[in-house]
């Protein structure tokens, strides 16, 4: 399974900005998907994941209420949407085969895409 954030970029505290995550090799609609991501010096964390159907997600606290995930499954493609940005949400946000819906294990992820968010 490949795996191919992008999306990132740089913002101002406040705004929003959404990632997508297009997957190949694979199929897509049988994987649970998740976001992780990992900021400069730290261990990477667990962000949102995503059943295979779309119809159930769950998130890391401090992100519950700011961000989104949504798929679809005719475009082999995960989407997390961040509305709120702050600092502390600059990282290297990665997608991720997770090994099952509630689970923060993953199987497989991709490249990265890069978000700063300036203050």
């Known amino acids: 399974v490949q795996l191919q954030a992008s999306g990132g970029g740089l913002v101002q505290a406040g705004d929003s900005l959404r990632l997508s995550c297009a997957t190949s090799?694979?199929?897509?609609?049988?994987?649970?998907m998740g976001w992780f991501r990992q900021a400069p010096g730290k261990e990477r964390e667990f962000v949102a994941g995503?059943?295979?159907?779309?119809?159930?997600?769950y998130y890391e606290d401090s992100v519950k209420s700011r961000f989104t995930i949504s798929r679809d499954n005719a475009k082999n493609t995960v989407y997390l949407q961040m509305y709120s940005l702050q600092p502390e949400d600059t990282a290297v946000y990665y997608c991720?085969?997770?090994?099952?819906?509630?689970?923060?294990?993953?199987?497989?992820w991709g490249q990265g895409t890069l978000v700063t968010v300036s203050s």
């Open positions: 991720a085969v997770l090994r099952m819906y509630g689970s923060y294990e993953y199987d497989y």
């Open positions: 090799g694979g199929t897509f609609r049988s994987y649970v």
């Open positions: 995503i059943s295979r159907s779309g119809k159930m997600t």
